[in-house]
């Protein structure tokens, strides 16, 4: 199992930035695919990016696509998602997740909630119009 903390999050005025951090722990290996997800009052908990463990393949949703960016550093077991040109409508808990099924390449990334088992706590993303 994986422990993850997500920081970062806070209030910011639309067309705003915000960098999320999430510190990963608890597993010998850090070659896991990882994933940001996001979830809004009354709505679904919904995938915005996702990165293959060797973070040469990404996936993102569409409604973030050039705005967000993830990444990582597998040396300090950091997950990150740049948000750049922030909307109200990113206004949600962002949430970090760890892959932790089965075998996968370095290439492999998953977008799916039901894919994962290990979640963060959550940071606060509000964005002000």
């Known amino acids: 199992q994986v422990q993850l903390v997500e920081s970062g999050g806070g209030l910011v005025q639309a067309g705003g930035s915000l960098r999320l951090s999430c510190a990963a722990s608890?597993?010998?290996?850090?070659?896991?695919?990882m994933a940001w997800f996001r979830q809004a009052p009354g709505k679904e908990r919904e995938c915005v990016a996702a990165?293959?463990?060797?973070?040469?393949?990404?996936y993102y949703a569409d409604s973030v696509k050039g705005r967000f960016t993830v990444s990582r550093d597998n040396a300090k077991n950091q997950v990150y998602l740049q948000m750049n040109s922030l909307k109200p409508e990113d206004t949600a808990v962002y949430y970090c997740?760890?892959?932790?099924?089965?075998?996968?390449?370095?290439?492999?990334?998953?977008?799916?909630?039901?894919?994962?088992?290990?979640w963060g706590q959550g940071t606060q993303v509000t964005v002000s119009s």
């Open positions: 997740a760890a892959y932790n099924r089965g075998t996968y390449s370095s290439t492999s990334y998953y977008s799916r909630t039901s894919d994962y088992d290990d």
């Open positions: 608890g597993r010998t290996s850090n070659r896991y695919p």
């Open positions: 990165l293959s463990w060797s973070g040469v393949r990404s």
